[in-house]
């Protein structure tokens, strides 16, 4: 579920009770042996429908198109143990009574939501996040959101997603990290931080690692298509990142929507058991995703709700989301005997547990006269506008192009989304989801340069049509909204002249285009990556007058820009930069900021190339050899910009690496160590970037993997020695042949660079 802005729906954010912290509530807190001792008790005291209660997470509101029971009833009967999609906080406060004060064994509720890259205040989308290559970008700001969320009344997000995405048609490659499973289990890793802290407490927030798994490898790029994904590609790709999230203490997992090797998630034992508790050892619970219990019959998986219900108890899951598949059969199938009690009580004792961990219990109701403040509270935006700054990659820049100078006096601007309030934050808001009000009055890229370039300069500015004109969203869809018609050929000629008219009249052209924020995230896939609409006819007149074009890029996947790449003089991908977002842009093209972002993703020409990622293995005939070759006739199967690519307005070099020891035994470690110099004239960020590759083994390995990186900022002439290591952590991978882990005696390659085609090359030796 995700954006709606400026559509259907009737969202009142209200104002309510602030975390302990925030509202200077004193609470002591609780160990969580302490909440464990308790919810085992309160277990005891506990029905079977209550027991089964606490396992339904109910809607907190009706959706347009999919419909649901108000929650009301259920509440009083003990039968909610989580609302979701609910943020008026006098509505949470209502329902929260409801529970404490009329269930017979006053269980507070859990209340959740898709708090996925900021509340109020918006973060950069994930993928623009994880181009910062900083983990600390990811902490920071999910620890702001969840503060907000926390004072807001939601003590569970619905985030982190660290889904690996080798595939740019699935849209939901914007709500993640990327391709790389080392990458992404770092940016996992902080966001579970961030949004947790140290332990669980009234002072954090649930984080959930989502979307269990393999959910990325979709059929052909389209969402919630099946997955087919070896074990082997699963061990060591695509669980990565899941497994560092449940590392680092993630208190929920949720089941993804689709098959997995013909086995859905949502029902899959040996996900959500084998692997999760049996191998992880993870101690939490597992939410499915929306309606995933009730859809087990879709799949053509389970016979009917009562066999959804109980194949998704017996696989492992805990709590439903939204179908109340559980609600309706589970207790009916304990009392036929074909789910013990013992089991329902194991579901049941990590939800309640999380609600003690929370101090739900002692504070269950949300102050109304604190959330406005907390959720505009101004270093919400300062620390926005940096991160963002952070997070954007300069692809290309000739001539100098860019920094622009500041005493600038004729500047066009063009593109529907320079000016696109509903599109800078992405498409996944709290306020803005369901077609709320949004709170935050977004900067938009021309609010932002005309700020920075002061009254002395003419900005002109030829938006063109409006994206939305050719794409219906989702809810619009079910509702049975149609799209206005695309421009007409006369329109579209009158758009494309005064493109070219305001070009003439400048000195610098400013770009700003890509996609509408809801072409990308869930139900979002794309066949093809060309610019939408007329954006590209623009941008070729603005550019036909000779002046320099800025193309500045807005969209939630790598798209189709072969021709900007070769007529351009500069692009800087953005992503969707968030509430501060215009601003940032304008840090960073006039030179504020140094654009030190790298792609978190393998860029293609066009989308014929997709799935491409870096990290293929060796073929048998690679491309770049004549004859018989694995090759595409008509393009090459390289990719336009490699994953770890991005530029800097000052320039690096990177020398002298070596190894601690250049030979070491399977059991150890070794350390590998480059010098690096900012050998140009500014002060800039370089994201140092280790990639090893196992030449021999019982399987073939990835050409390269990245395994080890670090954003540095670096003084003009400074140099910085960066050390990482290389041991069972980084050697090992999980064998098709002896399906174990481990580190296999082999010759290994070591490369460091600024990308993912670093030259600099160092080898090390593994014996027995
Ligand atoms: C999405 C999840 C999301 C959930 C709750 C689903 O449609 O797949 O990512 O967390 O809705 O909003």
């Known amino acids: 579920m995700r954006n709606g802005r400026g559509r259907k729906g009737t969202w009142i954010a209200g104002s309510l009770l602030a975390l302990a912290t925030l509202a200077g509530a004193q609470t002591a807190p609780m160990t969580h042996e302490e909440a464990h001792r308790r919810a085992e008790a309160l277990l005891k005291q506990m029905t079977l429908d209550e027991k089964v209660g606490q396992m339904n997470q109910s809607a907190g509101v009706t959706i347009p198109g999919l419909g649901s ?59 623009g996040m994880a181009s910062s290559w900083d983990p600390s970008v990811e902490e920071q700001a999910q620890h702001l959101a969840g503060q907000d969320a926390r004072a807001a009344g939601i003590e569970w997000t619905f985030t982190p997603m660290v889904d690996i995405a080798r595939d740019a048609r699935w849209g939901r490659m914007v709500e993640g990290a990327g391709e790389d499973p080392y990458l992404g289990s770092a940016m996992a890793r902080a966001q579970v931080r961030g949004f947790q802290g140290t332990s669980i407490s009234t002072d954090s927030i649930l984080a959930c690692v989502k979307h269990y798994a393999g959910y990325g490898a979709a ?4 969402d919630y298509d099946s997955s087919y994904v070896p074990e082997e590609l699963m061990r060591n790709v695509y669980l990565e990142p899941f497994h560092a999230a449940e590392q680092a203490g993630a208190a929920t997992f949720m089941s993804a929507y689709m098959d997995l090797n013909d086995v859905p998630a949502t029902g899959n034992h040996w996900l959500l058991t084998d692997v ?15 309606f995933a219990v009730g859809s087990l ?14 194949k998704a108890a017996m696989a492992g899951l805990n709590m439903d989301m939204a179908s109340l598949t559980f609600t309706h059969n589970l207790a009916a199938l304990v009392q036929s005997g074909k789910v013990s009690e013992a089991q329902i009580d194991a579901a ?22 604190k959330v406005d403040a907390v959720l505009s509270r101004p270093e919400g935006l300062t620390l926005e506008r940096k991160l963002a700054g952070r997070s954007m990659v300069l692809l290309k820049n000739e001539h100098q192009t860019l920094p622009l100078s500041s005493s600038l006096k004729k500047v066009a601007v063009i593109g529907p989304l320079a000016d696109s309030v509903k599109d800078i934050e992405g498409g996944w808001t709290v306020e803005g989801l369901f077609g709320g009000p949004s709170k935050s009055h977004p900067v938009t890229v021309l609010a932002g340069l005309k700020t920075r370039l002061g009254a002395g300069a003419e900005v002109s500015f030829v938006p063109g049509p409006p994206l939305s004109r050719l794409y219906p969203s989702m809810f619009d869809e079910m509702s049975g909204k149609k799209p206005l018609p695309p421009p007409t050929a006369a329109e579209t000629a009158d758009w494309v002249a005064k493109a070219k008219a305001a070009a003439e009249q400048a000195d610098v052209v400013i770009a700003v285009m890509g996609e509408a924020a809801d072409m990308s995230s869930e139900a979002a896939s794309r066949a093809t990556f060309d610019l939408p609409g007329i954006q590209q006819q623009m941008l070729e007149a603005a550019a036909s007058t000779g002046k320099p074009v800025v193309l500045v890029l807005e969209n939630g996947r790598p798209l189709d820009i072969r021709w900007a790449t070769e007529h351009l003089p500069a692009i800087l991908e953005a992503w969707y930069p968030g509430t501060e977002g215009g601003n940032a842009v304008a840090d960073v093209l006039f030179g504020d900021v140094d654009p030190g972002g790298k792609l978190p993703v393998s860029w293609p020409r066009i989308a014929g190339q997709e799935p491409l990622y870096y990290n293929h293995n060796l073929t048998h005939e690679p491309e770049d050899r004549p004859g018989f070759t694995s090759r595409y006739w008509d393009i090459s199967s390289k990719p336009l910009y490699p994953f770890g690519y991005g530029l800097s307005y000052t320039s690096f070099k990177f020398a002298n690496l070596r190894l601690s020891s250049k030979s070491i035994q399977k059991s150890g470690k070794t350390e590998v160590s480059v010098d690096v110099t900012n050998t140009g004239r500014m002060a800039g960020d370089a994201v140092a970037q280790i990639y090893i590759h196992q030449r021999y083994g019982s399987a073939s390995r990835p050409v390269r993997q990245l395994k080890g990186f670090e954003r540095v900022t670096l003084q003009p002439g400074e140099t910085r020695t960066l050390t990482f290591p290389l041991g069972k952590d980084e050697l090992s991978f999980w064998s098709p042949q002896t399906k174990v882990w481990a580190v296999e005696p082999s010759t290994f390659d070591v490369w460091a660079g600024e990308d993912s085609t670093a030259s600099l090359h160092a080898e090390l030796t593994v014996t027995e």
Not at 112 to 122: C, E, K, N, P, S
Not at 219 to 222: M, V
Not at 276 to 290: M, Q, T
Not at 297 to 310: K, L, M, R
């Open 219 to 222: 059929d052909g790029g389209r």
């Open 276 to 290: 999760l508790r049996n191998e992880w050892g993870f101690k939490g619970f597992v939410v499915s995703d929306a």
């Open 69 to 127: 029971e108000k929650p009301d009833a259920l509440i009083t009967q003990g039968k909610v143990g989580s609302i979701l999609w609910l943020i008026d906080v006098k509505e949470i406060n209502r329902l929260q009574h409801l529970a404490v004060d009329k269930s017979r064994l006053h269980i507070p509720i859990l209340f959740a939501f898709d708090v996925i890259h900021g509340y109020r205040t918006v973060f950069p989308v994930p993928l």
């Open 297 to 310: 019959v879709t799949h053509g998986y389970a016979s009917d709700p009562q066999d959804a219900a109980y």
């Open 348 to 369: 049941v004792l990590p939800i309640l547990e999380a609600k003690y961990d929370l101090g739900l219990f002692d504070h269950p109701y949300v102050d109304e006269s």
